[in-house]
């Protein structure tokens, strides 16, 4: 298994994590669940949200790690961050705003690149999750708390 980004910025903060493979052509985050024998609930998806215009405050895009079965709401996320509107990124913008794929956005791999990470509250009620490791195909699971802690993401209702 090739070392990711990620795996990288890992390591060198010595943190643990497993990594794991699936299929590189899956991309439904509950079918990948599936095929791993997980939770869905556990496992989290990675998505790329717009603020309101460029206009105003210069808001940064939001990354925000949802588990895999459930949609996310953009209004209680908008809410959530006191922000009056949000969109979704296309998956033409998401690529180019992160420089990585759809279906292997991590926030891990986008450390000190200008976005605000959120982590769907849910998180809290396990030990450890998975999420991207920043390529189709590559899971990384590690603890909440690590996850938290290098990404700096505050949990959220979403």
Excluded: C, W
């Amino acid at each position: 298994m090739q070392k990711t980004i990620a795996m990288k910025l890992l390591e060198g903060k010595r943190i643990s994590y497993e990594g794991i493979s699936y299929p590189a052509h899956m991309r439904d985050a509950v079918e990948i669940a599936a095929e791993l024998d997980v939770p869905p609930e556990q496992l989290f998806k990675t998505l790329v949200v717009l603020p309101p215009g460029k206009t105003g405050r210069a808001a940064k895009p939001l990354l925000v790690m949802m588990p895999a079965n459930r949609q996310l709401d953009l209004k209680i996320l908008a809410r959530s961050v006191g922000v009056k509107k949000l969109q979704m990124a296309t998956h033409a913008e998401a690529e180019k705003m992160t420089g990585l794929q759809v279906g292997g956005i991590s926030a891990l791999a986008l450390i000190n690149r200008g976005f605000a990470v959120y982590l769907h509250e849910s998180a809290q009620a396990y030990e450890q999750i998975y999420v991207s490791a920043g390529q189709r195909g590559l899971d990384i699971k590690l603890a909440v708390a690590d996850l938290v802690k290098v990404t700096r993401a505050r949990f959220v209702k979403a």
